[in-house]
């Protein structure tokens, strides 16, 4: 008799505790926070990169860009403090002419919550204007394109050519340097996977890939294309091309010898030759800068 008592009680205490906290779960949210901002995030970066104009200009012709509607890559950077990052693009007839890094900051500084990061990709002279009180315009090519040595005759099947760029971009290495001497090495990380594919038939461009290289685990501070070039996949030839988003010093190899660098920027203005950055209050028009 004791000990069935005994069983009543603890089956009564159990469903009581069950209750009391099912009661506590209805009170709380039933969204997860982290998801929730991370959504209106997005939605604050798409409002803010829809309203920035792209033109690409060749000789006396001026081509508008388009925004592929959806971000290619998000990230975020513990090591930088960046809570929350969206990496887009624009394209002209197809291929890439502009990359921007839109990140969000974990700052105290409330005019340092956002960092606009916007580099060219094109093979001309790129023209940037937000909708407030900012515009850049290249100096020069943001990417010049050599040949691809030693390069395998490209498969007539799409997924196959996926297959080979991979295999060519793990032919390529890069190196970040940092300090005041450029003593500080560190060599970066390639993304396995393409940040964005591509072809174009107005260029002749059969089939490419931009890949990332990053010092700090997912951010996209070097970027590769490998690009397939002709009028048909017999005879067409591989190439590549490498530009920096970064103020780092940056060396990038092919089978261990150099084919590209760039010096460190730390200090300099943040108007560069072929990108440029600064951070805002808020993502959205109508915020003053600050750099």
């Known amino acids: 008799m004791k000990i069935q008592l005994g069983r009543l009680i ?12 099912l009661l506590v779960l209805a009170d709380e949210p ?25 033109t690409e200009k060749v000789g006396v012709q001026i081509q508008p860009a388009k925004l592929m509607d959806e971000p290619i890559f ?18 002209v007839q197809g291929r890439p002419v502009s990359l921007m890094k839109l990140e969000r900051y974990g700052f105290s500084d409330p ?13 001309a002279i790129l023209d940037v204007k937000w909708p407030f009180d900012r515009a850049f315009t290249s100096k020069k090519p943001g990417m010049t394109f050599q040949p691809l040595p030693d390069a395998l005759q490209a498969a007539e099947n799409k997924s196959a050519r ?4 991979k295999q060519l971009s793990r032919r390529f290495a890069a190196t970040m340097l940092g300090g005041v001497t450029n003593e500080t090495r560190s060599e970066m990380r390639l993304l396995p996977t393409p940040l964005y594919r591509y072809a174009s038939d107005a260029d002749e461009i059969l089939d490419g890939a931009l890949f990332g290289f990053s010092s700090t685990g997912t951010n996209p501070d070097a970027i590769l294309a490998i690009q397939l070039r002709g009028a048909e996949v017999k005879g ?16 990038v190899r092919l089978d261990e010898k150099q084919v590209w660098s760039q010096p460190l920027l730390v200090g300099q203005k943040p108007d560069f030759e072929t990108w440029t950055w600064f951070f805002s209050e808020r993502a959205v028009a109508g915020e003053k800068r600050v750099e």
Do not use: H, P
């Open 162 to 165: 996926l297959t080979q760029l």
């Open 30 to 54: 039933t969204g997860d926070t982290t998801t929730v901002e991370r959504q209106a995030l997005l939605k604050e970066m798409r409002s803010a990169v829809a309203a920035i104009k792209v």
């Open 111 to 123: 005019r340092r919550q956002w960092l606009f990061n916007v580099g060219s990709t094109s093979s």
């Open 10 to 21: 603890v089956f009564l205490f159990t469903v009581v505790c069950t209750v009391e906290s």
């Open 236 to 251: 067409a030839e591989w190439e590549f091309a490498v530009t920096g988003m970064t103020t780092g010093g940056l060396q």
């Open 74 to 91: 998000r990230y975020s950077d513990e090591q930088r403090q960046i809570r929350d990052a969206t990496m887009w693009v624009w394209t």
